[in-house]
Structures are given as C-alpha cells and as structure tokens.
C-alpha cells in the first residue's frame, strides 16, 4: 500500500495598487546671460507595479504589496527642447537609508528657487501607504544649454 504525503502549500496574497493617472507639471521660467529659459517638471507614475514589499508578519501567508515607480521628467527649453533628463528614487540612493531605500518611492519634486544658472530643488521619497517620508534637497546646474548632475545638498526625515 503506497501513501502519500500532502505538503501544506502557503499562500501568497498579492495586492496591486490601482493605476495612478496624475501628472503634476511645474514650469519654471528664467533668465542666464538675458537668454529666456524655461525648465518644466513632470512628475507621474509608470503604472508598472515595480516596488515589490512583503507586508507579511512572521508566521503569517506571504502578503505583497505592489506599487507603482514615480519618475520626474525635466525638460529645458530655450526656443525649442534643447535638453531632457528624467530622475526617479534611485538617483537618491546615495543619500538615503538602505532599509527606507528598498522600499520607497519617489513621491514629489518641487523647484524651491533658481539663481543665475543654478536650480535649487527638492524631493520627497516616501515608503507607500507608511508615511515613512524623507526630502531630499538639491541643486542642478544649467550650463551650456544642458541639465547638469544632481548634486545633493540635504537629506531630512519628515516624518513617520
């Protein structure tokens, strides 16, 4: 007589967040050497479910939260688009806690003010549906028509 022995499979549960449809746009005009510039912000979601979390206590069905990449587009415009750049939470990395990293999520890019050819921004990176948010707050140079590098300035926790 032949018996067989039922392994107990566990269960996953799997949450996906709804789509996120926003696009907030901030256009920013100013001048270099008397020349009109113009620098637009697009902040939105991919809608690709790419941060993955285990939202599991131990002992209990594996329970994941999918949510959804944030990215900001940056676009310089002088007469015409002259330079693009795109940035999301792994250009922070760097500056940022690697518990808080592996799970958070750009949330919002704001520009605080501009002098000459330097642009002083800040962003918020949040963990999803935590409240668990930290800004970021940085520069980048315009020089030659072009978006320069992120140069990080400040890194604050918000709050809990």
């Not at 996953?12 to 020349?35: G, Q």
């Not at 015409?80 to 750009?106: G, M």
């Not at 704001?110 to 668990?132: F, K, M, Q, R």
């Amino acid at each position: 007589m032949k018996t067989t022995q039922s392994k107990k499979k566990k269960d996953t549960i799997n949450n996906y967040w709804a789509l996120i449809l926003d696009t907030i746009s901030i256009k920013k005009e100013f001048k270099i050497s008397d020349l009109k510039h113009t620098l637009e912000l697009k902040t939105y979601s991919l809608n690709d479910s790419s941060i993955v979390r285990n939202l599991a206590q131990k002992g209990e069905p594996t329970y994941l939260d999918h949510s959804h990449k944030m990215v900001t587009d940056f676009k310089l415009l002088i007469d015409s688009i002259v330079d693009k750049k795109q940035i999301d939470r792994t250009d922070f990395e760097k500056s940022l806690n690697p518990e808080f990293y592996a799970e958070c999520n750009l949330s919002t890019t704001e520009i605080d003010s501009i002098s000459g050819n330097l642009i002083y921004l800040n962003s918020s990176l949040a963990v999803p549906d935590t409240g668990n948010i930290w800004k970021v707050l940085y520069s980048i140079k315009i020089k030659d028509n072009q978006i320069g590098k992120i140069e990080i300035k400040e890194t604050d926790y918000v709050g809990m």
